[in-house]
Nanobody, 131 residues
Framework: QVQLVESGGGSVQAGGSLRLSCAVSGYTLSTYSGFCMGWFRQAPGKQREGVAAIYTYGGGTNYADSVKGRYTISQDNAKNMVYLQMNSLKPEDAAMYYC?????????????????????WGQGTQVTVSS
């Protein structure tokens, strides 16, 4: 069973940065997978949306248009962790952020996400951005 535990959320001012971490257990990032991992977010009153995905076995990343150039998803195989570096944060980036696994994707570069859905979810970490 895959388990995901997020950390790193907090409150920042607009223009600031945060790095979210996702500790992964039950699955080794460096081994073959038919799916991607990624990050989603959900703001109050809004639907959950995918923001970044990574194919942890072969590389390749994909980002929502709203975060391109500001967010970077990465992995550390030695620690079995997935990260989301968020720069130039805007008030509209404020949301609960979720680490996810089992995202259907094309598993190559350039990476394409077939559907922003996932089989496994973390409990979420809150990001607040003040203007």
């Amino acid at each position: 069973q895959v388990q995901l535990v997020e950390s790193g959320g907090g409150s920042v001012q607009a223009g600031g940065s945060l790095r979210l971490s996702c500790a992964v257990s039950g699955y080794t990032l460096s081994t073959y997978s038919g799916f991607c991992m990624g990050w989603f977010r959900q703001a109050p009153g809004k639907q959950r949306e995918g923001v970044a995905a990574i194919y942890t076995y072969g590389g390749g990343t994909n980002y929502a248009d709203s975060v391109k150039g500001r967010y970077t998803i990465s992995q550390d195989n030695a620690k079995n962790m997935v990260y989301l570096q968020m720069n130039s944060l805007k008030p509209e980036d404020a949301a609960m952020y979720y680490c996810a696994a089992g995202i259907p994707c094309n598993r190559r570069v350039p990476l394409a996400v077939y559907q922003w859905s996932a089989n496994y979810w973390g409990q979420g970490t809150q990001v607040t951005v003040s203007s």
